[in-house]
């Protein structure tokens, strides 16, 4: 039995008082700048520190995370390689996949780092049920599948109880990138994407969606706000 059974699907943190955090659509970003400025905004966070979602679409590339082989990088070619903090092995991020990554306190929250996991899981599968797409997990390898192709990655950091890194979910993208490598780590794997399986052409239809189902799993009234000062924030991170 999944370690997520108990949970119930978009029930999250319905029962306690929302908290106020705020959203970001970030757009189309580098890579680099935004994983900087998550770790300098995490690292200089209080206890008082609003919660935060940040939304984007990445440049292309590929990210090997801290237990990730080089050998599952199998042909790189032209997109570029980097090595980063989050768990987990390899993965492609490029336009057309929403990348979501919340910055949480689970201290505050009152959630444990599986509990979390279960919960940006979930938050996927509801949205996909939003476009009839029936989707699940598979015990002992993190993320969200359809049937034997994976369309949801994990990939998470917890410094000082609060999070960084997050969600990869294939919306309407060019998956050949992924022949590629052998994404997390499983020679084979097959991907799919949600546009494959009839739903919309475009991220920006799903993005509003994937925001509503986080705040609810986590029972966050999310406000919006401008995107950050990536420079800003990568600069406290050298800094730090």
């Not at 970030?26 to 890579?31: D, I």
């Not at 925001?211 to 600069?235: E, K, M, T, V, Y």
Request: glycine share 10%; with cysteine; proline share 8%.
């Amino acid at each position: 039995m999944s370690a997520c059974a108990a949970l119930p699907a978009g029930d999250g943190a319905a029962a306690a008082p929302l908290r106020d955090a705020l959203f970001r659509d970030l757009g189309r970003v580098a890579y680099a700048p935004v994983w900087r400025a998550m770790q300098g905004f995490t690292d200089a966070r209080g206890d008082d520190t609003p919660d935060e979602v940040w939304c984007v679409e990445h440049d292309p590339v590929f990210t090997l995370g801290q237990a990730g082989k080089p050998e599952h990088v199998l042909a790189p070619g032209d997109i570029p390689v980097l090595k980063v903090d989050r768990g987990g092995q390899v993965t492609y991020h490029g336009p057309g996949q929403i990348v979501a990554y919340p910055l949480l306190d689970l201290r505050r929250l009152k959630i444990g780092v599986r509990d979390y996991v279960c919960r940006i899981e979930q938050a996927m599968i509801d949205t996909l049920a939003d476009w009839n797409v029936h989707a699940q997990r598979r015990d002992g390898a993190p993320g969200v599948y359809v049937g034997d192709a994976k369309i949801g990655a994990l990939g998470i950091r917890v410094r000082h109880g609060c999070t960084f890194h997050g969600l990869a979910f294939n919306i309407a993208m060019d998956l050949s990138p992924f022949h590629r490598i052998n994404p997390c780590g499983y020679a084979g794997l097959r991907v799919t994407s949600l546009h494959d399986l009839g739903g919309p052409s475009s991220a920006d239809a799903v993005k509003p969606v994937l925001r509503d189902h986080i705040a609810r799993q986590f029972g966050l009234r999310l406000q919006d706000a401008p995107p950050p000062d990536l420079a800003l924030l990568s600069a406290a991170n050298r800094a730090a």
